[in-house]
């Protein structure tokens, strides 16, 4: 799984969004199953003040003395779910996004032990899951939400995967994710025409 990420994603550029917002990186968590590769996800905490009971990566805002949005990413995957820095392999980032809380999001790429025991913080995390990439590559979205930022539309799909709705900056990052790494072809520029 390495390989094929570190050679998919040598050859994508990422866009950068020069602005200056508050900065925050998540971690994209691939497992090293080759055959059947997923991404974990979490469900946030629904005591939490933002992104309450939302499906999300792991990460969070970037701490003052985190010596890079890399740093970040790792620190806060492993405040949130458990898994230890030195089991992640990072990989490359992926185009910054902004939040509708006006943070400016790095996601990093890493391969993950699909078999490492994770454990939520009950602080922050519900519970974490799995999503096969081959669900993802389906496209099998439940709706496409329209979401304006700066002078453009996003048309943007909403994925249900076993009762957990994966939407917003999240489905944008995964969206990224796969077109990047399996050109997918997913246009979130463009209406789907169904």
């Known amino acids: 799984m390495r390989e094929l990420l570190t050679e998919r994603l040598a050859r994508y550029a990422p866009n950068q969004l020069a602005m200056d917002y508050p900065e925050a990186s998540v971690l994209v968590p691939v497992t090293d199953n080759t055959g059947s590769p997923e991404i974990l996800l979490t469900l946030r905490s629904s005591n939490l003040s933002t992104h309450r009971g939302q499906v999300a990566f792991p ?14 990413a790792l620190r806060e995957t492993h405040e949130e779910i458990g898994l230890p820095p030195d089991q ?28 490492h025991p994770l454990t939520p913080n009950p602080h922050e995390i519900e ?20 979401l304006p930022f700066l002078d453009d539309t996003y048309y943007v799909p909403c994925y249900r995967w076993q009762g957990y709705e994966i939407w917003g900056l999240t489905a944008v990052v995964l969206v990224d994710f796969l077109n990047a790494v399996y050109d997918a072809r997913i246009d979130v520029l463009e209406p789907r025409q169904d």
């Open 59 to 72: 990460g969070g805002k970037r701490d003052a003395s985190d010596p890079s949005l890399a740093y970040t």
């Open 88 to 115: 992640v392999q990072l990989i490359a980032p992926l185009s910054q996004v902004l939040s509708r809380y006006g943070i400016l999001v790095t996601p990093y790429v890493g391969v993950v032990p699909a078999d």
């Open 127 to 146: 519970s974490i899951f799995h999503v096969p990439v081959e669900f993802l590559l389906e496209d099998r979205r439940e709706r496409t939400d329209v």
